[in-house]
C-alpha cells in the first residue's frame, strides 16, 4: 500500500499527488514511469513520474482525468493509500552532451517535459522550454518550468495569455532566429509531436518524443504497446518510452490509440456513476 501524502488540483482537469513510495524515488530517471492500480479490482495504469524527493521518499505524478481509472484515482485523498506503484520502469532518457535543447510539452504532456527540463537545467545545458495548452485556464506548471529554463515560451490554442499559436509556432520562430539546437525533445498529444518532428526534420535537429499507447503490464510481455520505429516493432514499456521522432509510425500509433475509445467511454461513463453514489450515501 502506498500513502498519499498530498494531493493538490492544478486545473479543472488535472492533479498533482505525492506518494509515499521511497525505493522508487532514490531510483528512478527523468523519462521513466510508474505502473499503479487504486484497488484489486483497478486495471494497471502507466504515469510517468514528474519529479521525486528522495530525501523525503515521494514520487510525484501528475495525471488527467478521462478515463475510468484516473477518475477512480481522484476520489482518494491525502492519507488514503494506493493499492499497488510499481517502477521505476522504462529506460531513462539520454540527457549528457548536450548544449541547447527545446523541450517541448503539450497540455499533460508539461508533467513530462519538466523532469527532462530540470535534469537539462541543473547539468548546465542551455534549455529553452516551450509549453503548449488549448487556454489560460489549463495551464499547468508555469512557475515550475520557469525555473528549469533559460527561456519559457507559454502558446495557448485561443491566444487567451497573448501568445497565440502551436508549440511550433514557437520552436520555428526561435529556429528562424538562430536558436542552435542540437536536440529537440517533445512530449504531448500524438498529433503535437508528430508536427514537432515534421517541423525539425526540416532543419536536421535530433528529435526525441516519449511514446504513450496502450500498456498493460509495463514489462513487454502482453505486447499491447507496440509501435513501429524505423520500420522495426517496438515495445514502448521496454524499448522507450523514449524513441527518435523521426522513425516513428505515427499514423500506426494514433490509430491503435483510437481502438478501444467506445469501451473507454462505457467505463468512463460506469466509473461516474459509482463515484455519484459513494458520494450521496
Known sequence: MYKIVEKKALNPSMTKMLVEAPHIAKKARPGQFIIFRVDEFGERVPLTIADTDAQKGTVTIIYQKVGASTMLLDTLNEGDHILDFVGPLGVPTELDG???VAVIGGGAG???AYPQAKALFKAGTNVDVIAGFRNTDLIILEEEMKAVSSALYLMTDDGSNGNK???????????????DYDLVIAIGPVPMMKAVCQLTKQYGIKTIVSMNPIMIDGTGMCGGCRLTVGGKTKFACVDGPDFDGHEVDFDEL???????RNMEQQARGKNCRLVRTAEVN
Open 98 to 100: 548536450y548544449k541547447k
Open 110 to 112: 508539461c508533467a513530462i
Open 165 to 179: 499559436g502551436f508549440v511550433t509556432t514557437a520552436l520555428e520562430a526561435n529556429i528562424k532566429n538562430g536558436a
Open 254 to 260: 494514433m490509430k491503435r490509440n483510437v481502438m478501444y
